[in-house]
């Protein structure tokens, strides 16, 4: 079963992630993975890291000759600044140049001092970073591939940044290159001009900005996930990995929260058979209000969850009150380089996350060690699905 795990720090010198679980036979090209870290960079807002920043992608193992073996993949993405943070950042023994000890609000900085009892808040702030991300993307890319060999999507659009909002249709997989060439990844042309027009007054004042980004997910087979016990429910599943994105603070599945102010008998999906509808056992919704999750199960019906960024905790002109470790006074919390906002780029995360759990999901169902007899399982359980829903219409 597909799992991922992270190391390495922001200026160290590079990420890695070691996936697991990923069937012989995928289908895996360096590019097309830098092209998708190269994503994670984008939008307006961004800090000066990620204009000169590149991400040099090495496959260190379970690759060969473009094809994974049904080994663990490791790849590393090098940091470029590493020469400048050598000495800083050794793994040798040494002492920091300048320890911080003025923690940030809303940063990691001082529950992760105290919990290790650290004198310096690198130690903390270095793992704790959103870099990490670029890790999980690379990640994500090799999920995105494997569930594209049964037909499954992702893709993700800006809905919300500081007090602009949009409300133009959700993106279909065909506009992805389109969301990806907004400033903003917003379709909604006046939105995403009124959202630059929040970034701009934001950065003037040296403030940062939070916002939404929805994410979807397109031909999702019928039965991922489960009812059966707590920790198999999908929508649990989502929200967990959705929530483990660095500044997230909420993740609305479907409607959300707007369902709570509703009555039932507007806020459930009606079912109605659908003889060419596969993925959904025959049956489909006449709309999805619960975005594509019923019970913890997949739907058929596209997948949909929208995730809230609280505004960055480094900010470059108005200053945040925090206590100086060393001195116990009263001060101002340090400055490290940042974004006016990463709400763009948390689109793309969102995907990568989104990606891993239905991978791991659709690799639990279907199974397979090589990707021709995961696809092979999937056609099966489709005809199977087929069978059922014919029984069930009306002769």
Same mark, same amino acid.
């Given at each position: 079963?597909?799992?991922?795990?992270?190391?390495?720090?922001?200026?160290?010198?590079?990420?890695?992630?070691?996936?697991?679980?990923?069937?012989?036979?995928?289908?895996?090209?360096?590019?097309?993975?830098?092209?998708?870290?190269?994503?994670?960079?984008?939008?307006?807002?961004?800090?000066?890291?990620?204009?000169?920043?590149?991400?040099?992608?090495?496959?260190?193992?379970?690759?060969?000759?473009?094809?994974?073996?049904?080994?663990?993949?490791?790849?590393?993405?090098?940091?470029?600044?590493?020469?400048?943070?050598?000495?800083?950042?050794?793994?040798?023994?040494?002492?920091? %140049?300048? *320890?911080? +000890? =003025?923690? !940030?609000?809303?940063?990691?900085? $001082? &529950?992760?001092? /105290?919990?290790?009892?650290?004198?310096?808040?690198?130690?903390?702030?270095?793992?704790? %970073?959103? *870099?990490? +991300? =670029?890790? !999980?993307?690379?990640?994500?890319? $090799? &999920?995105?591939? /494997?569930?594209?060999?049964?037909?499954?999507?992702?893709?993700?659009?800006?809905?919300?940044?500081?007090?602009?909002?949009?409300?133009?249709?959700?993106?279909?997989?065909?506009?992805?290159?389109?969301?990806?060439?907004?400033?903003?990844?917003?379709?909604?042309?006046?939105?995403?001009?009124?959202?630059?027009?929040?970034?701009?007054?934001?950065?003037?004042?040296?403030?940062?900005?939070?916002?939404?980004?929805?994410?979807?997910?397109?031909?999702?087979?019928?039965?991922?996930?489960?009812?059966?016990?707590?920790?198999?429910?999908?929508?649990?599943?989502?929200?967990?990995?959705?929530?483990?994105?660095?500044?997230?603070?909420?993740?609305?599945?479907?409607?959300?929260?707007?369902?709570?102010?509703?009555?039932?008998?507007?806020?459930?999906?009606?079912?109605?058979?659908?003889?060419?509808?596969?993925?959904?056992?025959?049956?489909?919704?006449?709309?999805?209000?619960?975005?594509?999750?019923?019970?913890?199960?997949?739907?058929?019906?596209?997948?949909?969850?929208?995730?809230?960024?609280?505004?960055?905790?480094?900010?470059?002109?108005?200053?945040?009150?925090?206590?100086?470790?060393?001195?116990?006074?009263?001060?101002?919390?340090?400055?490290?380089?940042?974004?006016?906002?990463?709400?763009?780029?948390?689109?793309?995360?969102?995907?990568?996350?989104?990606?891993?759990?239905?991978?791991?999901?659709?690799?639990?169902?279907?199974?397979?060690?090589?990707?021709?007899?995961?696809?092979?399982?999937?056609?099966g359980y489709l005809e199977g699905l087929g069978s059922h829903a014919s029984s069930a219409r009306p002769a």
């Amino acid at each position: 079963m597909l799992r991922f795990l992270t190391a390495g720090e922001s200026h160290g010198p590079s990420l890695v992630v070691v996936v697991e679980g990923l069937p012989a036979g995928l289908a895996v090209d360096a590019d097309d993975l830098a092209a998708e870290l190269a994503r994670r960079r984008l939008g307006f807002g961004r800090g000066p890291r990620m204009r000169f920043e590149r991400d040099q992608v090495r496959l260190l193992g379970g690759v060969r000759h473009g094809r994974t073996l049904g080994s663990p993949v490791a790849v590393e993405v090098a940091n470029t600044e590493w020469p400048k943070w050598q000495e800083e950042m050794k793994a040798a023994p040494g002492t920091p %140049s300048q *320890r911080l +000890t =003025a923690p !940030r609000p809303g940063h990691a900085d $001082l &529950a992760g001092m /105290l919990k290790y009892s650290f004198d310096d808040a690198r130690d903390v702030l270095e793992r704790a %970073s959103a *870099r990490e +991300t =670029a890790a !999980r993307v690379a990640a994500g890319y $090799l &999920a995105k591939a /494997l569930l594209a060999t049964i037909g499954v999507t992702v893709v993700s659009h800006v809905v919300r940044i500081g007090a602009a909002a949009s409300s133009g249709p959700r993106p279909a997989p065909a506009d992805l290159a389109a969301v990806d060439a907004s400033e903003v990844r917003c379709l909604d042309v006046a939105a995403a001009e009124a959202m630059v027009a929040e970034i701009r007054a934001a950065a003037k004042v040296g403030d940062s900005l939070g916002g939404v980004a929805e994410v979807v997910a397109y031909g999702v087979p019928v039965g991922l996930g489960s009812y059966v016990h707590w920790d198999r429910k999908l929508d649990g599943l989502l929200a967990g990995a959705l929530m483990s994105i660095h500044a997230v603070k909420a993740v609305e599945i479907g409607d959300g929260t707007i369902q709570a102010a509703q009555r039932g008998s507007v806020a459930h999906d009606a079912i109605t058979t659908a003889a060419g509808h596969a993925r959904g056992g025959g049956f489909e919704r006449r709309s999805d209000h619960a975005g594509g999750l019923e019970g913890g199960v997949s739907s058929g019906a596209p997948i949909i969850a929208r995730v809230s960024m609280k505004p960055l905790a480094t900010l470059n002109r108005p200053v945040l009150e925090t206590v100086d470790l060393a001195t116990g006074e009263s001060t101002v919390s340090f400055k490290e380089r940042t974004d006016v906002t990463a709400v763009p780029a948390l689109g793309v995360v969102a995907e990568a996350m989104t990606a891993l759990v239905l991978a791991r999901e659709a690799q639990r169902k279907f199974g397979g060690d090589t990707v021709e007899e995961f696809t092979r399982n999937l056609e099966g359980y489709l005809e199977g699905l087929g069978s059922h829903a014919s029984s069930a219409r009306p002769a």
